[in-house]
């Protein structure tokens, strides 16, 4: 969600002398085991600040979240009036909105022709970024600014991979107003290195991990990639001949309900280390009763939680769940597998795999795997 702001006819040319602020928030989603809301603020130097609000009310709200007092919907509305509070109360905020109106009715022409028949795993995350791609142009019109207006327009409002996501949206939204002509550069990739453990790591914090069944799930989630979804759709069945991959085609979600889908709607084999097999027989052989014992919302605080006990002067190795999944794609590739295999293996697109995992690629052990694979030993 975006604070109103001023756009000149000249946007692109005339330097902004006021910063843009913005407010927005985050579901439990993730990772995460609460809604948060940030305050991100654009100043006029380029520079850029994104903090979390703190707010009692907010506070109260994952208070009766976590404790499932109220669901999430009803909870992500109670948040959504907060941000509009503090926009309200945010002088900065108080701008008078200059947009161009053929742009909005062609972004709800696309969405209704393109967009209102898919069945989205985020719908609200898909019209937000078209809204704030639209927004970039303020005065512009998608149908007669040039490429130069526009590549201006872009680049002087966000920076880095939201760039990158912007630019794909705005293409989008050219092509569709017949403008397949227009080319609009994307900002180099920034890549990101992802928290993780290695096996040796991860052996020690299992090792303090005292409830047999969260043991069990930490531990086939690090041996198979598994996100904590599609660990609790898995049956027994689940595991094709050979004991070595397992067919994942749903997950169950936090409230419990079971989705014929994964996240990117595709079936598909996910490649189970052998140490992961008797963590995968403990856990669907578990009882609903004793899968009930772990907290789906408070596991990523339990899993950092024994990390820091084991490396408490060591901040990158303090994990949340998910980062298991980053650290069985790392131990792959560390031991000489592609990423394109680990892309599959994922259930991700390679693309998403080289933004998390490059980096990763030539450490010692995969070339000692290269060397095997050639039968050449260290001299």
């Not at 509305?77 to 109360?89: A, C, N, P, S």
């Not at 904590?228 to 001949?241: Q, R, V």
């Amino acid at each position: 969600m975006s604070c109103p702001r001023n756009k000149s006819s000249d946007m692109g040319r005339k330097k902004r002398s006021y910063p843009i602020v913005r407010y927005g928030f985050k579901r439990p989603k993730h990772g995460r085991a609460t809604f948060s809301i940030h305050e991100d603020v654009l100043y006029e130097d380029g520079t850029r600040r994104c903090k979390n609000v703190v707010d009692e009310r907010l506070h109260a709200i994952n208070k009766s979240y976590q404790y499932k007092v109220q669901d999430m919907e009803a909870c992500e509305k109670q948040v959504k009036e907060i941000v509009k509070d503090l926009l309200k109360k945010d002088n900065r905020c108080q701008r008078v909105v200059v947009h161009n109106q053929e742009n909005h009715k062609l972004l709800d022409d696309y969405w209704q022709k393109v967009y209102s028949y898919r069945t989205l795993e985020n719908e609200g995350s898909t019209i937000n970024e078209l809204k704030r791609a639209i927004d970039v142009l303020g005065t512009l019109s998608i149908y007669a600014a040039t490429r130069e207006q526009i590549q201006s327009a872009v680049d002087n409002a966000v920076k880095g991979n939201v760039q990158r996501r912007l630019v794909s949206r705005l293409t989008q939204l050219l092509k569709f107003a017949g403008r397949e002509d227009v080319k609009i550069r994307k900002a180099k990739t920034v890549y990101h290195r992802v928290q993780h453990l290695t096996e040796f790591d991860f052996q020690k914090v299992i090792a303090i991990v005292d409830v047999p069944v969260l043991k069990a799930l930490m531990t086939l989630c690090f041996y198979s990639g598994l996100r904590i979804g599609e660990a609790y759709g898995l049956t027994k069945n689940s595991l094709m001949a050979g004991n070595d991959t397992l067919r994942v085609i749903g997950q169950v979600d936090r409230e419990g309900k079971r989705k014929p889908t994964t996240k990117t709607g595709r079936t598909r084999l996910a490649f189970l280390l052998p140490q992961g097999l008797d963590a995968f027989y403990y856990w669907v052989n578990a009882s609903d009763e004793e899968k009930a014992t772990i907290n789906r919302i408070l596991v990523s605080i339990d899993v950092k939680d024994y990390c820091r006990k084991v490396f408490p002067d060591n901040p990158e190795k303090h994990l949340t769940f998910h980062a298991l999944r980053h650290s069985y794609a790392i131990h792959l590739i560390s031991q000489g597998i592609s990423m394109s295999l680990v892309s599959q293996s994922l259930g991700n697109s390679l693309s998403v795999c080289q933004h998390y995992y490059v980096g990763f690629e030539l450490t010692d052990e995969s070339v000692e795997a290269i060397r095997s694979i050639f039968g050449r030993s260290k001299k």
